[in-house]
């Protein structure tokens, strides 16, 4: 097609952040493009079911743009709302999860005020950053699996950036071969880095796509010298996690210790937790902990038992352990169901119990028919055989955390048959992304 310019004036974001805009019907996808911001447009593609613009002059910002933060805003494909301020991105969050419920569930409850994050930067406590060719560490470029080398990143503490110049120099300095996706032969794919705020330690994970991983000597020396450059944490482990299949999924289950017991110790809701590399552990910590407390407070029916499903390593089941006869959790990940188990024997809490496997296979009858379902699901959602299986036992309660608006509308349109919805609170857990965390309660 021939480029055409249009001026247009901004009207939302994707999910993928991208501006949004209106042409005769169609909508037009505009990369950096703000709500409110008037610009000038050039439509460069069209792309059967909207059409691609590019902004050639911003005419008038809008009173929510801001500048962004990074230098590697826009390149980087790690977050996508920088230039937003952040009042407005809440703004936006909240409307979002209204909208997806409204007009994907047929939804009208209103919703509570979302729950802001405190730290807008440097909140999350984990970082993926994948290894590039010639040894460069960072994320990747937005749409494109190559690495942008990253010397910052203000989502990230500015510690995990002194980590990852050690390990990048490493690399280099031992010739370490980068793992190529295409011809899956190379050894280094990623480096993980988890931080607990609570003793402030670190936990170093280097994915890598060979048998067994060496230089124990090299790497120990190498964290002596990081260590003395750390401003706040400090590392305490390091583990290769052994990935050897033609996976985009970073980790895989096998784990080699390095250095230190391979797990770092946090503490939420009064608890403490090893968290080890590959389990499943809440990016912001803080955000967590109030989802929690909240989901605490709405378990009001004593001596009552409880399920947590999807549960990790235990966190929602400690937390509301108190006030429950029994709490049961169900998790598929075994190492995450081991780490459960310890976690609630070292807290000394007894009335839990975990179950590894998947809870969509579990029948909730022999599992006693909790009458206070919490389910905390991945991204796609709660499998539907799990929610035929829980209308069948009808709990007075269910609690549901989500991380996906989409699939939480489904499943509540789907639990609307015998359930009303009570409440709606939307917690910010991702500043500067589109993310939201959305806590339901539901009543029948
Ligand atoms: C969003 S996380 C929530 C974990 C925990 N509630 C927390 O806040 O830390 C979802 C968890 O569900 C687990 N999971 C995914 N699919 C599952 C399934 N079909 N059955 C049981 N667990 C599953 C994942 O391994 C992960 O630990």
Known sequence: MTAMLITAQGLDFTVDGDGLIRREGRVVFVPGLVPGDTAEIEIIADKKNYLLGRIKKIIEPSPDRVPPACRHFGVCGGCSLQHYAYSAQLRWKENFVAQSLRRLAGLTVPL???VPSEAVWAYRN??????????????????????????????????????AEGFRRLAREKKIPIYNEKTHRGILRYLVIRRSDYLREILVGLVVN????????????????????????????????INQKKTNKILDEKIENILGSGFITE???GFLYKVSLNTFWQVNTAQAEKAYQQIKAWCDMPDVNILDAYCGVGTIALSVA???????????????????????????VANVRFIQGKVERQSLAALGSPRLIIVDPPRRGLDPELISKILQIKPEKIIYLSCNPASLARDLKLLSVDYQVREIIPYDFFPQTTHVETLVLLQN
């Open 267 to 269: 503490k939420i809701g």
């Open 112 to 114: 509570s005020p979302i």
């Open 322 to 348: 108190e006030r429950s006869a029994q709490v049961l959790g169900v998790e598929e990940v075994p190492q995450s169901v081991k780490d459960a188990r310890r976690n609630a024997e070292n807290n000394g």
């Open 210 to 241: 060979c048998r067994t991983f060496g230089l124990r000597p090299e790497i120990k020396r190498l964290v002596e010298e990081i260590n003395k450059k750390l401003l706040t944490y400090k590392i305490v482990s390091v583990v290769a996690n």
């Open 126 to 163: 984990k970082a993926q950053l994948p290894f590039g060719s010639g040894g460069t560490v960072g994320f990747f470029q937005m749409n494109s699996h190559s690495v942008v080398d990253l010397q910052e990143c203000p989502i990230q503490h500015a510690d995990f950036w002194r980590i």
